[in-house]
């Protein structure tokens, strides 16, 4: 019966899937029936949705959400564009390279990949068509680098990872700085050689005084992760109070700095991020109740132990892991896959020693690669629709970033001590 249930579990999800059903409300659904039809009680669908979102390190995504909206708002993403933009002059693939770099810093703020495409898309995408790059090419390159938001603190997968596996955030946070500034180079890399092959150059004929004129005017921008980053790894404050700190900042720079939000405004940005935290909380809870469901039918041992019987070399398994949150990332977004894989891996985890920083480092950077592989590819549809192109169009272009993306996750993923040198350095683990 156990295997039956199984079986219907995730053909009811396929099938909710294939009908184009919202992910959380297919893994809620699904869910939802095999605890019906398994007689599990349905009474404990409450408890479970409660208890999925009543955790206090949650209550940092709804203030980083805001200081992301509210530094956008404030014009400081067009002003560290800029910056970026000048630095690069007009090199070959400069434009390109700086997009990247802009991306790296705004993930410093942001932590949500879609968002950060979002931001820095309007500005970038058609700033680089303008110049003569290829605008599928362009909005390909925003989606790809906005999806380093994800890897370098703040996160909002760091924060979801850290609840379920009961691991330090701030620990994840430091150890996604050198990991996120190693893809990031990798995608410089990608977006120079395409560049250079066709041609692509930077935007900007640099005069004298442009540099440090440039830097004054994204001066609050380019301190606003010392100053979050800072008071985590100084211990003036957690990284959920930081995210309040974040929010305050962002409404002080907006507000008396670059006078571009009134008190007016505030009022569209909160419910901009009521919003959004809906929808980021109504994944955690329906995947969460998904993740009850298939462990009380007994598909999470099961998994474990087929994981464990292909091999005893745990690179194997690690290549297997990879390859499957690759897979993963495809078709489910990122917190989805930390509730439905998390339980069958963290057993894993603990037989072959592997250090949950670490690991959620390497899964992380698997989702983020997730975020810009087709079908289902979050911040490619938000690149494509700023672009006002087709997401076929610009999943052409993709290739290169996925490729060097790949390249970068096999090497963190082979040599640990990267990823755990921060946390080390920090005292945090």
Do not use: C
Request: net charge positive; charged share 10%; glycine share 10%.
């Amino acid at each position: 019966m156990p295997a039956q249930l199984s079986i219907i579990l995730f053909i009811l999800l396929g099938v909710f899937l294939a009908l184009n059903i919202p992910i959380a409300i297919a893994l809620g659904l699904s869910a939802m029936l095999i605890i019906w039809k398994a007689h599990l009680g349905m009474q404990i669908l409450s408890y479970n949705f409660y208890s999925g979102i009543a955790k206090f390190p949650l209550l940092a995504i709804p203030f980083f959400i805001a200081a992301g909206i509210i530094m956008e708002r404030a014009g400081i993403a067009e002003r560290l564009i800029n910056l970026m933009r000048v630095l690069v002059g007009k090199t070959t693939g400069g434009l390109a390279i700086a997009a990247v770099a802009t991306a790296m810093f705004w993930g410093a703020v942001s932590g949500s990949g879609p968002a950060t495409t979002a931001a820095l898309g309007v500005i970038l995408i058609p700033g680089m068509a303008a110049v003569g790059y290829n605008i599928d090419f362009a909005a390909a390159l925003v989606a790809a680098s906005s999806s380093l938001a994800i890897i370098i603190p703040p996160s909002i997968a760091f924060i979801i990872y850290g609840v379920l596996t009961d691991t330090s955030v701030g620990a994840l946070f430091a150890a996604g700085i050198i990991p996120g500034a190693i893809v990031g180079i990798a995608l410089m890399t990608a977006a120079y050689i395409v560049s250079k092959k066709r041609g692509f150059r930077g935007g900007v004929e640099r005069k004298k005084g442009d540099i440090s004129k440039a830097f004054k005017e994204a001066f609050w921008g380019l301190i606003a992760p010392l100053i979050i980053l800072g008071g985590i790894y100084g211990g003036v404050f957690t990284p959920t109070e930081a995210a309040s700190v974040a929010v305050f900042y962002g409404i002080f720079v907006g507000t008396v700095i670059y006078k571009k939000i009134t008190f007016k405004d505030l009022f569209k940005i909160f419910i901009d991020t009521a919003e959004g935290t809906a929808v980021v909380m109504l994944v955690v809870t329906l995947a969460g109740i998904f993740s009850w469901a298939a462990s009380a039918i007994g598909v999470i041992n099961k998994a474990t132990e087929l994981i464990m019987s292909v091999s005893s070399n745990p690179h194997i398994i690690l290549l297997l892991i990879n390859i499957m949150l690759l897979i993963a990332g495809m078709f489910l977004d990122a917190i989805s896959i930390y509730y439905v894989f998390l339980p069958i891996f963290l057993p894993i985890l603990a037989k072959l020693g592997w250090h949950p920083i670490w690991f959620g480092v390497i899964m992380t950077i698997n989702l983020a690669i997730g975020q810009v592989t087709p079908p289902v590819a979050v911040n490619l549809y938000v690149g494509a629709n700023v672009a006002k192109r087709s997401l076929e169009d610009v999943s052409r272009e993709v290739w290169p970033f996925l490729i060097a993306a790949i390249i970068a996750l096999i090497f963190l993923a082979y040599v640990p001590s990267l990823t755990l040198f921060l946390p080390k350095l920090f005292g945090l683990m």
